[in-house]
């Protein structure tokens, strides 16, 4: 397809030619890299959302709800839905749609569903290149579900404006088991399952620890919503429209303090980021593995006939010119 | 490193609300190394389709237990065609009796599984059938 046809195509919102154009990114295709060069330049206007927490806590759920009601006010939204690749086979069961799927017919409603596939840091990539194409595509509101574990979805999240934290009493979800990179990346911490037992113990909790903080940069302090069972319809309606209040609110909060600056800096900075290791590390690294380079180096590493910083050092000689 | 991976949906449209041997085909199809979206139970042929396309898959699995797969399955492949994603394969799967097979294959389901057919049968199908897009 010409470029500038594939573009205007994606801009009128043709969700065939977003859709195989975050597939072509995501399976690190060329030309799709070339389509994603011209994309870069148009976006920047959505709200790039994330939300996440462990397995089971009730993110899609929420991300279902919060559709509905972007929707009544007429926003649109993209989604993007990130679950684990397998890391025996490779493959991957998707299943946040399960939650999603009154919204599949609604021409103002994008969900695309991501795996992991455990490459190195390529995951956040990927979601960084589809979150463009959802920008482009004209969607308001980018949400993306990850499951909070380790370092990867702390990078998922940095292409992120606001960052909600979705916690649940009595999942283990105290405050000691949450990772300390997880608590400081919130913007919005959720409670959700709120009418179970120790809802009222994981509030003092985090009450406490938010405490402890010296300041909160624009003086923006994490609220925290408490959002009900589910399957009460009305409130559970009610605590998701305020939850989207106080999204907005921290959106605002960034426009007027000047953060929402040093947010696009750190977004820029991770993509920057990943596009160099893109470049000059990944061609570097295939070569070496498929020479056999690297069974060799490793090898000499075991017996210790060498050492990683001076066959790093030689490489990057080699390589780099 | 580009590498064109096969994205499988698996769907069950119609009435019906048991699931099990979706899932278990779902499984099966992670465990072979797919990436498969599931959409759960209950899901009408627009809802298929839509989410089919946003998804960009290669292949849509329908399961059908009700007895309605004659006006569900074809419904689909008609919904794809429709949004111009005629190129995406729709196999379809439950109680179907044989006298309908050919129907449905006229309607453009590309192949039929019985409950009778094995796990393995199915991967074999769509391992011969199911090609990384161009
Ligand atoms: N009791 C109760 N169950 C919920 C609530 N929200 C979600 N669930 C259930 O929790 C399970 C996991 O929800 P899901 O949204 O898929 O969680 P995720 O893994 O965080 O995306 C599902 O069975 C939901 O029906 C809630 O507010 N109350
Ligand atoms: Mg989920």
Redesign the pocket.
């Known amino acids: 397809m010409e470029e500038s046809e594939q573009l205007k195509k994606i801009k009128a919102g043709d969700v065939r030619t977003a859709s195989r154009l975050i597939r072509n990114l995501e399976d690190e295709i060329p030309e799709a890299k070339n389509a994603l060069k011209r994309i870069f330049l148009h976006t920047g206007k959505a709200h790039v959302v994330g939300i996440t927490?462990?397995?089971?806590?009730?993110?899609?759920?929420?991300?279902?709800a919060l559709i509905t009601s972007y929707r009544k006010k007429g926003d649109t939204v993209g989604v993007l839905a990130v679950d684990p690749t397998s890391p025996f086979t490779g493959g991957a069961i998707l299943?946040?749609r399960?939650?999603m799927q009154k919204h599949a017919e609604d021409s103002g409603v994008f969900v695309r569903s991501l795996a992991t596939r455990g490459a190195l840091g390529g995951l956040s990539k990927a979601v960084g290149d589809a979150v463009h194409v959802l920008d482009v595509m004209g969607k308001n509101l980018i949400l993306i579900?990850t499951?909070g574990a380790g370092q990867q979805e702390v990078d998922i999240i940095n292409h992120s404006h606001t960052v909600i934290v979705?916690l649940v009493p009595g999942m283990g979800d105290d405050i000691q088991a949450i990772k300390a990179g997880m608590m400081e990346i919130a913007d919005i911490f959720v409670i959700?399952?709120a009418?179970?037992d120790g809802a009222n113990k994981l509030y003092n909790e985090l009450v406490a620890m938010l405490n402890m903080a010296h300041e909160f940069p624009g003086g923006w302090r994490p609220p925290i919503i408490k959002?009900?069972?589910?399957?009460d319809a009305v409130s559970?309606a009610q605590s998701v429209d305020k939850l989207a209040a106080t999204v907005a609110d921290h959106y605002r909060c960034l426009e007027e303090t000047g953060l929402l600056g040093d947010r696009m800096k750190r977004k820029a900075m991770v993509e920057l980021g990943e596009s160099l290791r893109d470049a000059i590390l990944s061609p570097i690294l295939k070569e070496m593995t498929q020479s056999g380079e690297m069974d060799l180096f490793v090898e000499k590493l075991l017996k210790k006939e060498a050492d990683p910083y001076t066959i790093a050092e030689e490489a990057a000689r080699r390589y780099l010119k | 490193m580009t590498e064109k991976r096969i994205r499988i949906m698996v769907a069950k449209p119609g009435l019906d609300g048991h699931d099990r041997g979706a899932r278990i085909l779902a499984r099966a199809f992670r465990d072979a190394g797919y990436e498969v979206i599931y959409t759960g139970v209950h899901q009408t042929p627009e809802q298929i389709a839509a989410a089919a396309i946003q998804e960009d898959v290669d292949l849509v699995g329908l399961s059908c237990l009700s007895g309605a797969h004659g006006y569900l399955f074809p419904r689909v492949v008609e919904l794809l065609r429709e949004k111009g994603a005629e190129d995406i394969t729709v196999i379809g799967g439950g109680i179907i009796p044989d006298q309908d097979f050919q129907k449905l294959y006229d309607a453009g389901i590309k192949a039929i599984f019985t409950p009778g057919a094995s796990l393995e049968s199915i991967l074999e199908w769509v391992g011969a059938n199911v090609k990384p897009r161009d």
């Open positions: 927490g462990s397995p089971g806590a009730g993110k899609s759920t929420l991300v279902d299943g946040d399960i939650r579900e499951v979705v959700n399952k009418d179970r959002i009900g069972n589910c399957f559970f």
